[in-house]
Nanobody, 119 residues
């Protein structure tokens, strides 16, 4: 199994920045893509950003140009730099890791960290 621990959430004003971090532990061998999802109250969880082991990134359109995902493979961590935060960014942010084995994708999730953007 893989355990993921998020940190860095909090309450900030619109326009502020936050940096979320996720540390992987346990059976961390051969982790492929890692990413961040978020879920606002009453809404479905959505993909925010993803990064492959090779460094390729992808973002949901609403955060492009404002959020940056990065990873340190040696330290088994992934981070999400969030700039120019908006109230609609308020959600619980979850870290996810994927391990591909024999054509099957195994997903591992963190417990989430709350991000609240409000005046």
């Amino acid at each position: 199994q893989v355990q993921l621990a998020e940190s860095g959430g909090g309450l900030v004003q619109p326009g502020a920045s936050l940096r979320l971090s996720c540390a992987a532990s346990g059976s961390i061998f051969s982790l492929d893509a890692m990413g961040w999802h978020r879920q606002a109250p009453g809404k479905q969880r959505e993909l925010v950003a993803v990064i492959t082991s090779g460094g390729t990134t992808n973002y949901v359109d609403s955060v492009k140009g404002r959020f940056t995902i990065s990873r340190d493979n040696a330290k088994n961590t992934v981070s999400l730099q969030m700039n120019s935060l908006k109230p609609e960014g308020t959600a619980v942010y979850y870290c996810k890791a994927v391990r591909l084995r024999f054509g099957v994708a195994y997903e591992y999730w963190g417990q989430g960290t709350q991000v609240t953007v409000s005046s």
